[in-house]
């Protein structure tokens, strides 16, 4: 099971902190996080291996957002910093059976999202 937390109501320049706490026995080799915007798909924001190492950023967020895991807590975390209007949409957490983490259609499991709303 996967929960995600931290979403909420922000202006643009300010910051979040995304947590996805994870719990049950499951596989996998990666996490990541993807956001999905009305109207759109979801779309890769970052990953990161299990052990915690290896971090990748869309484009998009590079620079903005970094992503980090407790292993002891077993919790995926997401800082973001100043947002943008278009970081808008619901962010999931998810885990992957591949190492490459950007491939949506290679995760096993994904938490029910947490919305992100960044006025301007």
């Known amino acids: 099971q996967l929960i995600e937390s931290g979403g909420g109501l922000v202006q643009a320049g300010e910051s979040l902190r995304l947590s996805c706490a994870a719990s049950?026995?499951?596989?996998?080799?990666?996490m990541g996080w993807f956001r999905q915007a009305p109207g759109k798909e979801r779309e890769f924001v970052a990953g990161?291996?299990?052990?915690?190492?290896?971090?990748g950023y869309a484009h998009s967020v590079k620079g903005r957002f970094t992503i980090s895991r407790d292993n002891e807590q077993n919790t995926l975390y997401l800082q973001m910093n100043n947002l943008r209007p278009e970081d808008t949409a619901i962010y999931y957490c998810?885990?992957?059976?591949?190492?490459?983490?950007?491939?949506?259609?290679?995760?096993?499991?994904w938490g029910q999202g947490t919305q992100v709303t960044v006025s301007s």
């Open positions: 049950g026995i499951f596989s996998g080799n990666a």
């Open positions: 998810g885990v992957t059976h591949s190492t490459r983490y950007s491939l949506r259609g290679q995760y096993m499991y």
């Open positions: 990161i291996l299990l052990a915690g190492t290896n971090p």
